[in-house]
């Protein structure tokens, strides 16, 4: 374990820092590089970055964003204004655009489930032909309803 001392007690070396807060070392070198998060300390000679077991919240609370996919650049411009309020409003726009995705999703799976019904009873008919020829009509009237239904959006 590399460690190093400062005023506030002992450093953790990048290594054992990404294995505390879970965060990969080479995501704690970006964000270092975007001034998003960076170490407590970094050595002068040796350029290693060090940091404080009190980063540990900080850099999950990054984390968490980051798999909410919110955008880097809305981190950045958090960073350095952070309040409950301004964190909340962010949560928030990312709950509605969820919410969006969710029912878009849903809708494709809906999608998925229609065309699947349709050809499994194309298979499914005794004459293969006639059976081709509904499962087709089938798809063309559903694939034009969604057509219909995206306009409308």
């Keep these: 374990m590399k460690t190093k001392k400062n005023a506030s007690g002992a450093l953790m070396s990048i290594k054992d820092f990404?294995?505390?807060s879970g965060v990969e070392q080479s995501t704690l070198r970006?964000?270092?590089s975007l001034g998003l998060f960076s170490p407590a300390v970094r050595d002068e000679h040796s350029r290693y970055r060090y940091y404080s077991s009190q980063q540990v919240a900080s850099a999950s609370f990054i984390k968490v964003l980051s798999n909410?996919?919110?955008?880097?650049?809305?981190?950045?411009e958090l960073k350095d204004k952070r309040t409950p309020e301004s964190v909340l409003q962010?949560?928030?726009h990312r709950q509605?655009?969820?919410?969006?995705?969710?029912n878009q999703l849903s809708e494709a799976i809906a999608t998925t489930h229609t065309l699947c019904d349709n050809i499994r009873r194309g298979i499914a008919a005794p004459d293969p032909g006639t059976g081709a020829a509904e499962t087709m009509e089938a798809i063309k009237?559903?694939?034009?309803a969604e057509r219909h239904k995206a306009l409308r959006a």
């Design 68 to 76: 909410l996919k919110i955008p880097l650049k809305v981190m950045l």
């Design 90 to 92: 962010i949560l928030e």
């Design 18 to 20: 990404s294995q505390a």
């Design 141 to 144: 009237a559903f694939a034009e």
């Design 96 to 102: 509605v655009t969820l919410c969006a995705e969710l």
């Design 30 to 32: 970006y964000w270092d």
